[in-house]
């Protein structure tokens, strides 16, 4: 099993681009979680989805910003027209189905640049 | 509101120091908390979960329920043991379920 993957792990972007960042979970997961950690900060929640559900996208800015896990293939988070802010690392997590003290799993993370 | 806080940004000790990275959280139900590490170049990995009460690298967690509190310690700290550590709360809602997290406490054993 290798693990939660993340790529690129390196993106860089000008300004009102498009950034895609790709996240296969671990075998068997079937909930994938996104996370943002902008510069001198901690991590912020974005997103939960399921296969072909989003669950939960109380974190997720309300414009430019969407996140789709399909039933074949990985998740992915996609930002439209990028701005300078959007910079930061963002972390996928993956679990297996809920229950009492499951551990997320993490990919790398994927580093965002937007120039 | 749920929130998890780790007062100290960073903390700074030599080896063979006692350790304590401290975390305060807020939540109205039941809590499940996690101590999460990030070594320098690796991803995130789960260091302790309060439900297995288990010791992982000398590390211990306990839950207090009445400070709302789940402080890391370690009595004697190693080099190795350099990183930056989270703290999280696990909310669950039916079967949704997210990770609050704190803000992180980078921990330096100096030699």
């Known amino acids: 099993n290798a693990g939660v993957m993340q790529n690129p792990r390196h993106l860089v972007r000008r300004r009102g681009q498009e950034a895609r960042l790709r996240c296969s979970p671990m075998?068997?997961?079937?909930?994938v979680y996104w996370y943002r950690q902008l510069p001198e900060e901690g991590l912020k929640f974005m997103v939960y989805?399921?296969?072909?559900?989003?669950?939960?996208e109380s974190g997720m800015p309300k414009e430019r910003f969407s996140a789709e896990f399909p039933k074949e293939g990985p998740s992915i988070l996609r930002i439209q027209q990028v701005v300078r802010g959007d910079s930061a690392a963002y972390f996928c997590?993956?679990?297996?189905?809920?229950?009492?003290?499951?551990?997320?799993?993490f990919g790398q993370g994927t580093r965002l640049t937007v120039v | 509101a749920q929130r998890v806080t780790q007062p100290e940004k960073l903390l700074s000790v030599f080896k063979g120091a006692p350790v304590e990275l401290k975390c305060n959280y807020s939540?109205?139900?039941?809590?499940?908390l996690f101590w999460y590490v990030q070594y320098s170049r690796q991803r995130l990995q789960l260091l302790l979960r309060?439900?297995?009460?288990?010791s992982i690298k000398g590390f211990t967690a306990d839950l207090n329920k009445g400070e709302t509190s789940f402080h890391l310690k370690k009595p004697f700290a190693q080099e190795e043991d350099s990183a930056m550590y989270y703290c999280?709360?696990?909310?669950?809602?039916?079967?949704?379920?997210?990770?609050?997290w704190g803000l992180g406490t980078s921990l330096a054993v100096n030699p």
């Open positions: 997590a993956s679990s297996p189905p809920v229950g009492v003290g499951d551990e997320a799993f």
């Open positions: 075998k068997g997961h079937s909930h």
């Open positions: 989805l399921q296969k072909e559900n989003i669950i939960d």
């Open positions: 939540y109205s139900g039941s809590p499940e």
């Open positions: 309060h439900i297995s009460r288990e």
């Open positions: 999280a709360l696990s909310t669950h809602a039916g079967n949704n379920r997210k990770l609050i």
